[in-house]
T-cell receptor, first 113, second 111 residues
Framework: EPEVTQTPSHQVTQMGQEVILRCVPI?????FYWYRQILGQKVEFLVS????????KSEIFDDQFSVERPDGSNFTLKIRSTKLEDSAMYFC???????????FGQGTRLTVV | DQQVKQNSPSLSVQEGRISILNCDYT??????FLWYKKYPAEGPTFLIS?????DKNEDGRFTVFLNKSAKHLSLHIVPSQPGDSAVYFC??????????FGTGTSLTVIP
């Protein structure tokens, strides 16, 4: 399976700034996900995206977060006003279809200072 | 609330021996279970899966066992190799296809 590419690999931003994390999955896949992992903690679900709409989101995914698939290929996660506790590894994943495994990107390390 | 739990944060095993990683879940609606392996600074990579209609799935050195009544699954690696040293995540999926991950178990295989 082709890889999922995430950019940037590392992003350092000041608290209160907006960041956009990008993911380039395969365009004909149905399901896309964002997960994050705060250092030393569990992998947490943020949001799932199906058929160009949010299908599920967690409590973490508040109004500061948004997802888009602006050009049918790239899949973006935007954090409008970053907080220190947003520092984490953010993983994008794609799912070809129902009942299959998810393929993850290599992650973007976000550091909020 | 943690729907998928991996109670052992770390495990050390001698090369050549069996590694057994355990995972418990609480949601009886989960019907598809997966193990992912994660190296530092990389995303999780899929290792092996099992659906709820089976109780065992084997792929080379890796075998996953599912005990639905106990809501428990385990990953067996035999023989363990130093390259198996990584963090292993258990994940479960059900309605909605959202994946729920455990906290991970860090496996160290000692040469």
């Amino acid at each position: 399976e082709p890889e999922v590419t995430q950019t940037p690999s590392h992003q350092v931003t000041q608290m209160g700034q907006e960041v956009i994390l990008r993911c380039v999955p395969i365009s004909n896949h149905l399901y896309f996900y964002w997960y994050r992992q705060i250092l030393g903690q569990k992998v947490e679900f943020l949001v799932s995206f199906y058929n160009n709409e949010i299908s599920e989101k967690s409590e973490i995914f508040d109004d500061q977060f948004s997802v888009e698939r602006p050009d049918g290929s790239n899949f973006t996660l935007k954090i409008r006003s970053t907080k220190l506790e947003d520092s984490a590894m953010y993983f994008c994943a794609r799912l070809p279809g129902v009942g299959t495994e998810a393929f993850f990107g290599q992650g973007t390390r976000l550091t909020v200072v | 609330d943690q729907q998928v739990k991996q109670n052992s944060p770390s495990l050390s095993v001698q090369e050549g021996r069996i590694s057994i990683l355990n995972c418990d879940y609480t949601n009886s609606m989960f019907d598809y279970f997966l193990w992912y392996k994660k190296y530092p600074a990389e995303g999780p990579t899929f290792l092996i899966s099992i659906s709820s209609i089976k109780d065992k799935n084997e792929d080379g050195r890796f075998t996953v066992f599912l005990n639905k009544s106990a809501k428990h699954l385990s990953l067996h690696i035999v023989p363990s190799q130093p390259g198996d040293s990584a963090v292993y995540f258990c994940a479960a999926s059900g309605l909605g296809n959202q994946f729920y991950f455990g906290t991970g178990t860090s496996l160290t295989v000692i040469p």
